[in-house]
């Protein structure tokens, strides 16, 4: 059974930072498509960030130059680093997994639309 687990998520101040990890089980990372999705409040989860099995990253415009996904293959682990945080980053933070190999442009936030989720870590930034 894949098992995705978020954690590094917290309270921040507004132009803050941190880095969000997913520990994957039953899942090898880097060998398809995995990335990063947040839902704020009373708002609709949205990806954000994905990475395909070359390395190639997308972003979402609202997130792009502060973000940067990361995966490695050895500690079987995803990253988040999140650089210069905003309130409007506040949110429960998901990673999420493709089951099955896809090309590289159905790879691509925010509309790509993965089979496995984490439960999510908690991200507040205060101002």
């Known amino acids: 059974q894949v098992q995705l687990m978020e954690s590094g998520g917290g309270s921040v101040q507004s132009g803050g930072s941190l880095r969000l990890s997913c520990s994957a089980s039953?899942?090898?990372?880097?060998?398809?498509?995995m990335g990063w999705f947040r839902q704020a409040p009373g708002k609709a989860r949205e990806g954000i960030a994905s990475i395909f099995s070359d390395g190639s990253t997308t972003y979402v415009d609202s997130v792009k130059g502060r973000f940067t996904v990361s995966q490695d293959s050895a500690k079987n682990t995803l990253y988040l680093q999140m650089n210069n945080l905003e309130p409007g980053d506040t949110g429960m933070y998901y990673c999420?997994?493709?089951?099955?190999?896809?090309?590289?442009?159905?790879?691509?936030?925010?509309?790509?639309?993965?089979?496995?989720w984490g439960r999510g870590t908690q991200v507040t930034v205060s101002s």
């Open positions: 999420a997994a493709q089951s099955s190999r896809i090309i590289s442009s159905l790879c691509a936030a925010p509309s790509w639309r993965p089979n496995y």
């Open positions: 039953q899942y090898r990372v880097s060998t398809t498509c």
